[in-house]
């Protein structure tokens, strides 16, 4: 079946440096990725959408500037949380939509444990 | 405008006891449906999905949900609980026809008793 690549798993930076997570399929092509954060016995909330060659689309309140994303390729999206800040210490997961799985396939990767110090 | 509401953020069954997690749903047009698992510090694992076809859904490990139209429902069910279902299930609604983004519930944390 179709896999999500996320990496790394965890990581810890200082405060004001940035952290980059990058999101793989690693057997399909993903036009389309999208990028959640889960707090603590939360939900998971969309941050934005990844699209390849264009711009990502960001939902209400999330901070483009802060949160960048890039989708340079069909299989690799990543995330970089600039000037990271402890509030953005969180669960970031991302998830990739399989064509293949006549357009309602939705695999998600591993996540991302971002603790911020 | 979509949306997923899940009853009980906690719920404690037996093991051997039947699994039931609730999900009622709020969409615009037909929707499409989805049951994920997912364990500590990990990502989501589909369980099941309804895509407008059998309104009966079985899914892996053998869960099951049933969607419902009049009552905009789609619980998830297992007939008995293993240890190994403990884990927190959230349900989540895509509104179908295209590359819509996915709404996730709050939610519920299954704890299996044995």
């Known amino acids: 079946g179709a896999v999500v690549s996320q990496h790394p798993s965890r990581v810890i930076c200082k405060s004001g440096t940035s952290v980059k997570i990058e999101c793989r399929s690693l057997?399909?092509?993903?036009?389309?990725m999208f990028w959640y954060r889960q707090f603590p016995k939360q939900s998971l909330m969309l941050m934005a959408t990844s699209n390849e060659g264009s711009k990502a689309t960001y939902e209400q309140g999330v901070e483009k500037d802060k949160f960048l994303i890039n989708h340079a390729s069909l299989t690799l999206s990543t995330l970089t949380v600039t000037s990271a800040h402890p509030e953005d210490s969180s669960f970031y997961i991302c998830?990739?939509?399989?064509?293949?799985?006549?357009?309602?396939?939705?695999?998600f990767g591993s996540g991302t444990r971002l603790t911020v110090v | 405008a979509q949306s997923v509401t899940q009853l009980g953020s906690h719920v404690s069954v037996s093991e051997g006891a039947l699994v039931l997690l609730r999900c009622n749903y709020s969409?615009?047009?037909?929707?499409?449906l989805f049951w994920y698992v997912q364990y500590p510090n990990q990502g989501l694992q589909l369980l099941l999905k309804y895509t407008s076809a059998a309104t009966l859904v079985k899914g892996i490990n053998g869960f099951e949900a049933e969607f419902k139209k009049s009552e905009t429902s789609f619980h998830l069910t297992k007939p008995s609980a293993h240890m190994s279902d403990a884990a927190e299930y959230f349900c989540?609604?895509?509104?179908?026809?295209?590359?819509?983004?996915?709404?996730f519930g709050t939610g519920t944390k299954l704890q299996v008793i044995p």
């Open positions: 969409s615009s047009v037909p929707p499409y």
């Open positions: 057997d399909f092509q993903a036009t389309t």
């Open positions: 998830s990739a939509r399989d064509a293949g799985q006549g357009g309602y396939g939705y695999t």
């Open positions: 989540a609604v895509s509104e179908s026809g295209g590359y819509q983004k996915v709404t």
